[in-house]
């Protein structure tokens, strides 16, 4: 249900305006300048990449049961229409919190690293050191190894703090009581096997896609909270270290950020780095939507940013296209940098 | 010298086990051996005691990462510190510090893929071991159970003049194994000890259906009257789901086991299966190794296996507290064209081997072909052994023979679930044996009664109150200190 919410929210954003294909590569996080751009343009930084091994088939098989059930509507040239009972079933969907743009899959991480120092404070309570780490990562292995020296676990307060943090962070954070459980039964220690997906689902009577949306909603909420109060939990703010992405930029956009910032203009750093003009532009365009401070109005007028504006609620559409027919003094560029930015 | 006293003195046991004397006595003499011993029949003890008798290191290799730290904190609990394991887990620094002390240590644990590796070779080279045992030794043949083409090259890089004694060990193995352990190792005329592998215990039962559909109504019934714990085997994954979840839907606590599972999940189901608070596993035959449960008592198989080694080892993770289990194998016709048709699909042909030389000749990585969707990884690392080994085709010639060989395998199951004589008395034959005595209620020819077996299952009422999160993670963090 969840997943197929969320499937019709994304296709409710792109307004009809994306093919039949562009809500699997948002939320595979595929790194192209075309998905990428996407996300500012139709506000969809949620969903990004919040699925990476989401397969073609099941996509599909999901897509197919959208039709069967009259969400949606696909034409045979390929364009679709969502139904008026689609956009009421859009609406519970939206109680989920997503932030795909920030965490980028780093949540996994976050979980790995409280998975392992639960195991080992578990066993070490217990007073059993040699036990089979149920994290297998090296990086993961050593970090959590520094975190428990660091944080005397020998003398034994730990536990109760960490326990302290857990369910003080997690219960200010604005989540539903089942997906706080989801989230604690994958946790395992002495004696105490974690809960499989399979058993989680069972036991929710939620798809097992379901369930793990669920879950990596809750970590995104959870590691907000963690984040935003990082005097209240110390230990576990050390935990969401480095897990938000900072500048989501693609490499090669970092580049060009860095020569941009030195100086130069468009046209010497696309003669500097050897690319055309358009691709340096798109880092721009990239550079717009992830840097807040990153001033659009070198390159267009506050009077003609909100000519675009007007002109996008006016018309109901982000498509460049028309907007480009509305204020035709403008280039797509400019036009592109006002969709980046959004508001 | 007196081994006994070596045995009393660092394991505390006052007597060997069967077979454990007469392959440690070989060793000290310094011969090669093969050990064919069951698990659980203390085969790690054969490599151990002459670690303390010899003042220089053991070399074990081991094809299994999560066995191998099993094994590795088994020793460690007898007060051993001398002991590392060598393995893909060690980050660069580690892996770097570890080889460079590695002649201190006394036992030495290693994977195959870590073994051919140059600066691992130099090392070796420069010291001097007293054994080299080679874990899970069937792993190198074809015929073997899991088969690890990375096994092979273990031969090459053993292959020198004063090499010390090579130890291969293995719970099961056919005449057919045991002959590619002896070469592929270039073994010295071992000695060989073979304990039976008949298993007295386990007793083989065969249910014959009409269509296959049949079987699952056969399963739900047989789970909900009788007593687990238990292993279904069957031969999909997605066949492990819809299984597991029709006998969830029966209150029968139940999960799904595969290779696609993600390893959190499959932790889970081990630690939960161990523990008690699983009483069935469906499960693909990527479940088994290094999972040590005693209490095992039911092993079905929904699919037949694909050569009757599997069977054996598969059957073989039941009863091994010695009491009574039973393994019934599920029957319909067309069973076995299914069997052949999987064994063979993920096997390399001779178009695979056209499409490598033309890799090879576009000065392309051959092993692109995994990417482009042209060929598994498993048959790529197949191909890829042979294409190194012998003229591309002479590989041709090898593939096919290779694959009528496994299309007999499946003949040869099947022969054992028809035989109107004796299975047991056929499956010891199988291994070159000689059956020496039938236990009551031997197999479904001999006359079996499950209820002799195996008990009624007490359906017990499963604790449905869930814990709330808060207590849950109360338990986990202080409820045991």
Known sequence: MIFEQILLQIFHNFNQERTISAPFHLLKGKRSGQTIQDVGIYHLHKFFSILPKLSRPHYDEKLNSLIEEHYLIV????????????????????????????????????????????????????????????????????????????????????????LDEIVGSLESSKVEERAKSIVINRLAGFQTAGLTWQQISYQENLSEMDVQLIYISTLHSWITQISN???????????????????????????????????????????????????????????????????????????????????????????LKILHEVVPHLSYFQIRLVLARGE | MELEKVLQHHFGYTSFRPGQKEVIEQIVKGKDVIALLPTGMGKSLCYQLPGYIFNKPVLIISPLLSLMQDQVDQIKQLKEKRVVAL?????????????????????????????????????????????????????????GFDFRPDYLRIGEVMDKANRPPILALSATATQKVLGDIESYLKMNEPFTFIHTVDRPNIHMGRVLFQN??????????????????????????????????????????????????????RQFIQQQFIDGSLEWIVATNAFGMGVHKQNVRQIIHESIPSNVAN??????????????????????DGDDEFAKFVGIDDFPNEVHVDLYLEYRRRNESPSTMIQNGEISETAYRVLDYWMHQIHP???????????????????????????????????????????????????ECCGLDYHNIIQKRESFEQDETAVSWKKRLETILLGFS
């Open chain 1, 75 to 162: 034409h045979d040239e390929g364009s679709y229409e969502l139904t008026d009972s689609a956009r009421e079933f859009v609406k519970d969907g939206e109680k989920y919190y997503f932030n795909g743009w920030y965490y980028r899959g780093n949540e996994h991480i976050f979980f790995a690293r409280l998975s392992l120092i639960v195991q080992s404070l578990s066993h070490h309570g217990a007073g059993r050191m040699s036990f089979t780490p149920i994290q297998k990562d090296d990086h993961i292995q050593h970090w959590v190894r520094q975190f428990l020296l660091i944080n005397q676990y020998k003398e034994g307060n730990l536990q109760k703090t960490l």
């Open chain 2, 311 to 332: 069977y054996m080892q598969e059957i073989g993770r039941a009863g091994r507290d010695g009491k009574d289990a039973l393994a019934i194998l599920l029957f319909a």
């Open chain 1, 229 to 319: 109060h990082p005097e209240q939990y110390l230990l576990l703010n050390q935990l969401a270290k480095d897990i938000r992405v900072v500048i989501p930029l693609s490499g090669s956009a970092h580049q060009t950020a860095e020569l941009f910032r030195k100086g130069y203009l468009i046209e010497e750093i696309s003669h500097i780095r050897r690319l055309k003009v358009s691709t340096i532009e798109d880092h721009i365009v990239e550079i717009a939507m992830n840097d807040p401070d990153f001033s659009i109005e070198q390159f267009i007028s506050k009077e003609d940013i909100k000519k675009v504006m007007t002109a996008v609620d006016d018309y109901n559409t982000r498509k």
């Open chain 2, 393 to 443: 085709n002479e590989v041709k010639h090898q593939l096919l023979t290779m694959k009528t060989d496994k299309i007999r395998a499946v003949e040869e199951v099947v022969n054992l679930i028809r035989t109107k004589s004796c299975m047991r008395e056929k499956l010891v034959h199988y291994f070159g044996q000689n059956l020496m005595e039938k236990p009551s209620d031997c197999c």
């Open chain 2, 212 to 265: 296959r559909e049949e079987k699952l109504d056969w399963i739900l019934e047989h789970v909900l009257e009788t007593a687990g714990p238990g292993i279904i085997y069957t031969q999909s994954r997605s066949k492990t789901e819809s299984i597991s979840e029709r006998l969830l839907q029966m209150g029968i606590s139940t999960a799904a086991y595969h290779g696609g599972k993600d390893t959190l999940d």
């Open chain 2, 87 to 143: 393995n893909s887990f060690l980050n660069a620094t580690q892996k770097k510090v570890t080889i460079q002390h590695l002649h201190q240590y006394r036992f030495i644990f290693i994977s195959p893929e870590m073994l051919l590796q140059p600066q691992v070779q130099q090392k070796l080279n420069s010291m001097e071991l007293s054994l080299i045992v080679v874990d899970e030794a069937h792993c190198i043949s074809q015929w």
